[in-house]
């Protein structure tokens, strides 16, 4: 690849997780028709949420924010000792907890086992999809009372971008990917709305965006974009091979 004599662009990125990259994946760069824009980076230790508004123009980047403004959310979930007092999620779990709660963090990191968290305080056991469910349900309320959907469904009229578990093989992609629509479903996100992505393919797209908003030229059939995405638990890299298609960038995955 570095011996090739086309362009080669260098896009680095850091995220929290990355996918390993299989076949090839062509992606047209074509604006979508819904509303809203909505891209959740779940993220092993942190997750976040950003939403564009196709209202507007030029298209407004808005990201969502949490407790004490902050535009990060831990991935964690914790369980109560009493009965009948709510879990908590993120930034509302406290530094220091009861011997009697169960705090589950990293929770995306779950969806790769079939581990179960007896708690005896409450005598249930959780299972891990029914800890990424309760995670994802409580992302999903919080989205529905920002101020920009006012209580309203965000999904009526939106496309939603998420990313995917850390996977080693491609055989564990297709059962992770399963299990992570399985969760964003029961949590009330609608399945067939989900496009799911790595992040290196998500900043390639985004990189391929710019290159097209900025106006430049020095991007052509054959070139190359390497994505190095350094994140919390791996780092990735994505070789990408550039096309074009009637004016629209596409890419194909080499690595």
Partial sequence: FFNDTATTEIYTLSLHDALPIFAQYPKPLEKP?????????????????FVIDNLNAPETLIPIEWNNSRQS???????????????????????????????????????SSDTEYPHEATARTY??????????????????????FNGKDPFSNARVVMSLPVLGNEIQFNEQ??????????????????????????????????HEQWGMTDLHDGDYICVFDSGAGTTDICILEITQSQGVYQFKRHL
């Fill in 33 to 49: 028709r819904e509303r809203w824009i909505i891209g959740i980076d779940f993220g092993t230790y942190k997750s976040a949420v």
């Fill in 73 to 111: 959310l831990p991935s964690v979930v914790m369980s109560p000792p009493a009965i009948g007092d709510p879990p908590l999620f993120g930034w509302e779990v406290p530094a220091s907890v009861t011997s009697d709660s169960i705090v589950i963090r990293s929770v995306k990191k779950l969806l």
């Fill in 177 to 210: 990917r399963e299990r992570t629509l399985d969760a964003a479903e029961l949590a009330g996100f609608p399945r067939h709305k989900i496009e799911t992505l790595s992040e290196p393919e998500a900043a390639a797209i985004d990189f391929l965006y710019h």
């Fill in 127 to 148: 299972t891990a999809p029914e800890v990424v469910t309760d995670f994802l349900t409580f992302l999903y309320q919080e989205l529905q009372s920002k101020p920009l």
